[in-house]
């Protein structure tokens, strides 16, 4: 029997690969970067069931997946203990039960290595391994990612564990892919083999001591390190130069981590299996997707939302947005909300009817292939028993099962249509996780709710950067992150700047080039004030721009209160208003675009724009309101000529465009909110993929509440 089995699965993968295979170049296209179709699933748990659900459960869950037209499920990454229960005692049979079921029912599986969350017995043995915080605080078990993954014994640890794992499952043909630890980060470490490490990353990069000293400015309060054993540790350190230089540390701890592990998967998995790993969504300070995607096939992002009335799909696009850049390619989706979040029952907001299925169109309009719920069914215990699966605790169909269902239904229709759908933007926003670091080390604004909410950047620079990206989705015009590592400017005609605190001469010269030879920059205060070493620059603020955005300024100031721009220049009404901060930029070249309505604070202008070679840079030298910079945002549009219609749809829809692997545009109209809406569709003619309607230009379309609409244009 499970020789036939066997036979099936193989049969299954077959054909998928087959379709894989037509679908993509394999000499461009690494393993999962360009699928046949959208991927929908959940990631799935028996070992999570109560016990004496557990026989036949299996059974049962892949019949109602089947019913559904699931096609997908991740699996394994958060179970060490039960992979091996002791130490080198490996145990497979518990989950070969369940893949093997995936596989004959025609369900794809992505396997994760299980070294995010240790075993017991390991933390008992090696107490060591436990990630010690800083200050030096108590170190216990009982939290997952509570460990020093460069410690000696857990790598020997994981390296044994990945190597039998991969190894075991590399010929099954239900699995596809490879998900590497899970939501990894620093975890905070600051144990004496990181500090060590530490010491020799520095050396690496100064060499001496007193290039050192130089950089961080130690001579301040007499703090020069004269010989490297004499380096102090993070744990009090009021440098910010110091503080900055060990966030990239960890950051790097981290990436070095991954592709550890990424070399090991590909030197035992089979070709045709992708590696990812699954960011807990983007912009973590401890983290640096950017490079960590160097050592993936295709990225995969858990990005959390809020539902009921304050889904709008922001942060789904900025985060998908994100996703999508870091490779320039499609990317998965491995977690997002199915029924309601969090570690207590006090955020317990189900998604009203649709929002399930407007959110899984998003997330494919940002260039997803692949979209999984976390998780099938909820857990009966623990931290997580009101973070609901797509199942209640009573694990019977229910409303969200039947949404569920309806997509992968229609999924499994269009999803050749919509997946590796190419998007082509003319607006990047310049993310910098230096700059986010930095600014935390030194924040402009008093801090606001440090705790995790779903849907929101934490951080005065995430929530800027955020504010910003929020603007051009408002404006349904999409856009690109660019990174400081590959600080490519030239297929962008506007180039978004957001508090780049931190930059080296050579990028600012970049972004000062950029402008002088034709682009457009919006660029907001804090931009250009510190260098590489976050030391603030020696000459007028701000440095090597000054010529590009036309003032300079030696003073700044906090705002106690929001202050009014003279004569509502940008036609923001009631929000005509800036707060927390104002630079006072001295004007040289730059055309003032707006004052402050205050009896000293308007000397000097609040906005200004400067011509400069042949492009432009506007510059807001204070916070401006969310509406504000909406209107903002809209002026700097018309001002590159990147104005369009998709700026006169009703505010609720938002328009999305991509091109299929048929050459065929793509538009998304998706219609966030609890009532219909009605647009004027003005591009060619065309199909409504959702409902078979035929679209011509001009028409006047209606879209349900929480609905959308998919046209595909009728020629390439």
């Known amino acids: ?170 010929d099954n043909p239900a699995v596809i892919g490879w998900q590497i630890d899970n939501e990894t980060s620093s975890y905070g ?123 709008d799909g922001e942060w789904q696009a900025l985060q998908g947005d994100l996703a999508r850049s870091l490779k320039r390619q499609n990317h998965l989706i491995t977690e997002t909300n199915a029924q309601t979040l969090g570690w207590s029952s006090a955020s317990q907001f189900p998604p009203y009817d649709g929002q399930l299925r407007l959110d899984v169109y998003t997330h494919v309009s940002s260039g997803a292939n692949m979209v999984e719920y976390w998780h099938w069914h909820s857990i009966h215990a623990g931290q997580e028993t009101y973070w609901k699966g797509v199942l209640s605790h009573d694990l019977e169909p229910n409303r969200a099962y039947a949404e569920v269902s309806r997509v992968a239904h229609e999924l499994k229709r269009i999803g050749p249509e919509i997946a590796n759908l190419k998007i082509k933007n003319q607006v990047a926003i310049l993310y910098s996780v230096d700059s986010n670091n930095a600014i935390n080390f030194m924040p402009y604004e008093q801090p606001i709710g440090t705790q ?49 605190y931190i930059a080296d001469d050579v990028l600012l010269k970049k972004i000062a080039d950029y402008v002088h030879n034709g682009g457009h920059v919006l660029m907001t205060f804090k931009s250009g004030f510190a260098n590489e070493n976050s030391a603030v620059r020696w000459e007028p603020a701000p440095g090597p721009l000054r010529s590009a955005v036309g003032f300079n300024y030696q003073e700044f100031s906090n705002l106690e209160h929001p202050l009014a721009l003279k004569g509502d220049p940008f036609h923001a009404g009631n929000d005509n208003q800036v707060s927390k901060w104002a630079e006072f930029l001295q004007v040289e070249t730059a055309k003032p675009l707006a004052f402050y309505d205050h009896s000293f604070f308007e000397q000097w202008p609040a906005i200004t724009r400067n011509h400069y070679g042949t492009g432009t840079l506007t510059y807001e030298g204070t916070a401006v309101s969310d509406k504000l910079q909406d209107m903002i945002v809209l002026d700097a549009l018309r001002e590159c000529g990147l104005a369009s219609s998709d700026q006169e749809v009703p505010a609720t829809i938002r328009v999305k465009h991509g091109v299929n692997t048929e050459g065929r545009r793509i538009h998304y109209y998706l219609n966030y909110a609890s009532a219909p809406a009605t647009f004027r569709y003005d591009y060619a003619a065309g199909t409504d993929l959702l409902t078979g309607n035929t679209l011509a230009t001009g028409a006047q379309v209606k879209v349900g509440a929480w609905d959308g609409v998919i046209v595909r244009e009728a020629t390439p």
């Open 452 to 500: 995790w909410e779903p849907g929101r950047a934490s951080g005065s620079y995430g929530r800027l950067v955020q504010q910003l990206h929020r603007s051009f989705y408002n404006a349904n015009v999409g856009t690109d992150f660019v990174f400081p590592e590959a600080a490519d400017f030239s297929r962008y005609k506007l180039l978004v700047i957001p508090a780049l």
């Open 189 to 311: 470490a600051s144990n004496p083999d990181v500090f060590a490490a530490f010491v020799e990353y520095l050396k690496k990069k100064f060499g001496t001591t007193d290039a050192l000293n130089k950089a961080w400015f130690l001579n301040y309060w007499g703090q020069d390190v004269n010989e490297w054993e004499d380096m102090p540790t993070r744990d009090d350190a009021t440098s910010t130069s110091y503080k900055l230089e060990w966030s990239r540390f960890q950051q790097t701890r981290v990436t070095n981590f991954l592709a550890w592990q990424a070399a090991l998967v590909r030197k035992y998995r089979h070709a045709h299996q992708f590696v990812t790993q699954d960011f807990g969504s983007i912009m973590r300070p401890d983290v640096n997707e950017f490079e960590i995607a160097k050592e993936l096939d295709v990225v995969a992002n858990n990005p959390y939302h809020q539902t009921q009335d304050r889904m």
């Open 1 to 170: 029997m499970r020789y036939l089995q066997r036979i099936v699965c193989f049969a299954i993968l077959s054909v998928f690969l087959m379709q894989v295979a037509a679908a993509q170049d394999s000499t461009a296209s690494p393993p999962g970067s360009v699928l046949p179709t959208i991927l929908y699933g959940a990631a799935y748990y028996n070992e999570y069931m109560p016990a004496d659900l557990q026989p036949g459960r299996v059974e049962k869950d892949v019949d109602l997946m089947k019913q559904a037209d699931i096609t997908v499920v991740r699996m394994g990454e958060s179970t060490w203990s039960l992979w091996e229960p002791e130490d080198g005692k490996f145990e497979y049979a518990w989950m070969d039960r369940t893949v093997n079921a995936m596989g004959k029912a025609g369900i794809k599986v992505i396997m994760g290595t299980p070294t995010y969350s240790i075993p017991t017995w390991m933390a008992k043995a090696h107490p060591e391994v436990l990630a010690r915080p800083l200050g030096g605080a108590y170190v216990g078990y009982g939290m997952r990612q509570n460990m020093n993954f460069d410690n000696p014994k857990f790598r020997f640890y994981a390296e044994r564990l990945i190597t039998n794992l991969i190894s075991h499952y590399r």
